[in-house]
């Protein structure tokens, strides 16, 4: 299982319109082969930070997803990222 987690920074103005751009590609990476969970969401404390959390079933399944990469206009609104790409071995319930 591959997990995609870590926060982006948009300008706080237009974060609200960026989540409401990225609603289609959401909709998208769920209905996706091997996409297990799919989120991109406001943080309640940081008006400028958008928290981002992806599920995948294998590496095959998130490249095929991905494609291309992200669009230019989605690209050029970020100001800066931290996220990260974790490959899980092991799941236990809690």
């Not at 870590?6 to 960026?18: F, I, P, Q, S, T």
């Not at 050029?76 to 799941?91: P, T």
Request: net charge negative.
């Amino acid at each position: 299982m591959i997990i995609i987690a870590g926060k982006l920074w948009v300008d706080a103005a237009d974060r609200e319109a960026y989540l409401a751009g990225c609603s289609e590609v959401v909709e998208q990476a769920r209905a996706a082969v091997g996409c297990l969970d799919f989120a991109l969401s406001a943080d309640l404390i940081e008006p400028d930070r958008i928290n981002v959390y992806e599920r995948w079933e294998s590496d095959e399944a998130l490249a095929r997803f991905r494609g291309a990469g992200m669009e230019a206009e989605h690209a050029a609104q970020i100001r800066d990222a931290e996220v990260s790409r974790y490959g899980i071995s092991d799941i236990e319930a809690p």
